[in-house]
């Protein structure tokens, strides 16, 4: 099973910006997409945004014009850039990864932001 390693999360106070980093165990393009999730308390998982093998991005309207996905294929990471971020983006913030063979989970990484 492919493992997946998300860093970045922490304590943001609204309108500040954090970024977080995913690093899976295989290569980049071994994934047809690779996508951010976020879980509130007592809310189910959603997707925040996603990029597929070729690059492109999708976002969730909540956070268009405010987060940013990339990754960086000599570092063979993904990123969520979160800028002017909200109390409502407070979550647990899972990195994922899917191909024919797999749909990979992070272990998450806590994201909470202070009014």
């Known amino acids: 099973q492919v493992q997946l390693v998300e860093s970045g999360g922490g304590l943001v106070q609204a309108g500040g910006s954090l970024r977080l980093s995913c690093v899976p165990s295989?290569?980049?393009?071994?994934?047809?997409?690779m996508g951010w999730y976020r879980q509130a308390p007592g809310k189910q998982r959603e997707l925040v945004a996603s990029?597929?093998?070729?690059?492109?991005?999708t976002y969730a309207d909540s956070v268009k014009g405010r987060f940013t996905i990339s990754r960086d294929t000599a570092k063979n990471a993904m990123y969520l850039q979160m800028n002017s971020v909200k109390a409502e983006d407070t979550g647990v913030y899972y990195c994922?990864?899917?191909?024919?063979?797999?749909?990979?989970w992070g272990q998450g990484t806590q994201v909470t932001v202070s009014s």
């Open positions: 990029i597929s093998r070729t690059g492109s991005p």
């Open positions: 994922n990864g899917v191909n024919v063979l797999y749909n990979s």
């Open positions: 295989a290569r980049i393009f071994s994934f047809t997409a």
